[in-house]
């Protein structure tokens, strides 16, 4: 009973201190100023959202090889290993069922290696997603430029962090002008020379048997 009984009594002291505190006191002195709300905090904007798609993609035209010539990354791994990167070959299918089926193929050890994912069209034409084992851990794609025969520009995000690469249809080195426009493009995500890149155009992997596909 005795407990309750101190329940009891801190509530009806609380009651009493709330009625002594009133909104005006005697004499005109006025209560302390009500705590300003804080300004409701803008919606995140991620990276990714500020580079927008290339107008009227025909995704079907992306289908088939792009060679991976440069990238713009602050992976820890490119940073200090960049110098020993493997050629890279990317070839797209699809779509079918909303999805474009992707298989990349490279070289590690010495071996040939093939990895088959599959990139899910959104409702947005140019945005691409890449699933991953929990929805935080998607990677969202954006085909930023490309004219389909030559080059395409593809920027991907995972976590909050953006990669971007540049394809070509050959092997073949782009032009002057394209390269710099690549570099301009890197830079606009605070990626500059430091972080850029360039891939064999040699050497590229041709079929992979079926132990080494993952």
Request: proline share 7%; with cysteine.
């Given at each position: ?62 289908t088939g090889k792009w060679y ?48 088959l994912q599959e990139y899910h ?49 050959s092997v073949d080195d782009l ?40």
């Amino acid at each position: 009973m005795s407990g309750e009984f101190r329940c009891v009594l801190a509530a009806v002291v609380l009651l009493c201190f709330c009625l002594l505190v009133p909104t005006e006191a005697v004499g005109g002195a006025k209560s302390r100023p009500k705590p300003q709300r804080r300004p409701p905090r803008k919606p995140k904007v991620e990276p990714i959202d500020a580079t927008p798609p290339t107008q009227n993609i025909d995704i079907q035209q992306m289908t088939g090889k792009w060679y991976l010539l440069n990238m713009a990354s602050k992976c820890s791994y490119l940073i200090k290993h960049g110098t020993r990167v493997e050629p890279i070959v990317m070839t797209l299918t699809g779509p079918s069922d909303q999805t474009l089926s992707v298989s990349t193929k490279t070289r590690h050890n010495h071996q040939c290696w093939e990895i088959l994912q599959e990139y899910h069209l959104t409702s947005t034409p140019g945005k691409l997603t890449l699933k991953g084992t929990r929805p935080e851990l998607n990677t969202d794609i954006v085909i930023g430029e490309t004219d389909y025969t030559t080059y395409a520009v593809l920027y991907y995000q995972k976590l909050g962090k953006v990669t971007v690469k540049l394809y070509s249809r050959s092997v073949d080195d782009l032009s002057e002008p394209m390269l710099t426009k690549f570099e301009q493009l890197a830079e606009k995500h605070g990626m500059g020379l430091a972080y850029l890149f360039p891939f064999p155009t040699y050497s590229h992997c041709g079929e992979v048997d079926q132990d080494h596909k993952l």
